[in-house]
């Protein structure tokens, strides 16, 4: 489990627009905000990252960079990027089951012939520029997401107040 305040892992994944994302190279104003998810074949990740997509401009407004992220191979986020109705939201993939347990998320084994052999459950971290951890959510199932409204009105708040980081000790 990564504590807030504390420096979370680099993290380097190809994009589905053919390019590269790497957190240590955003230069965001406020915060990274990195919402893993279980993949393409969940309909749930679909609605949520689909929800986010049209928030993009509210987050860029409070200064905050996003990404989604999956151990989806290349072929099925890029099928995602194409089916999914989230033109400019950034896509990384081939996130290693290691890479997503260094970041405390949850795996899980596949159910069902849709589902690869193992995933990564959703998880949402919230990065200051200096690649300190801010906040986080994670779960061990695709339900109960953190909402986009809460997310963009803790912003806010952070931002006017000043308010800490919490749950370090």
């Known amino acids: 489990m990564i504590k807030p305040k504390t420096e979370v892992p680099d993290l380097t994944l190809p994009l589905i627009n053919d390019t590269q994302w790497t957190l240590s190279e ?3 104003d406020t915060f990274t905000m990195l919402i893993f998810y279980r993949g393409s074949h969940c ?19 409070r200064g905050v ?3 989604g992220i999956s151990c989806d191979t290349e072929e099925r986020a890029k099928k995602s990027g194409e089916d999914w109705n989230i033109p400019e939201l950034p896509i990384g993939y081939n996130l290693s089951i290691a890479t997503a347990r260094d970041w405390g998320l949850f795996v899980s084994e596949s159910i069902s012939y849709k589902e690869p052999g193992q ?7 919230l990065v200051r520029p200096d690649r300190t951890l801010y906040a986080s959510s994670v779960q061990t199932m695709p339900f109960a997401r953190p909402d986009w409204d809460d997310i963009l009105n803790a912003i ?14």
């Open 26 to 28: 955003q230069r965001s």
């Open 43 to 61: 309909p749930i990740c679909k609605i949520y990252l689909e929800d986010l997509a049209k928030k993009l401009k509210e987050f860029s407004e």
């Open 65 to 67: 960079h996003v990404i």
């Open 119 to 125: 995933f990564s459950e959703p998880g949402l971290f």
């Open 156 to 169: 806010d708040y952070v931002g006017k107040n000043g308010f800490p980081a919490r749950g370090g000790a």
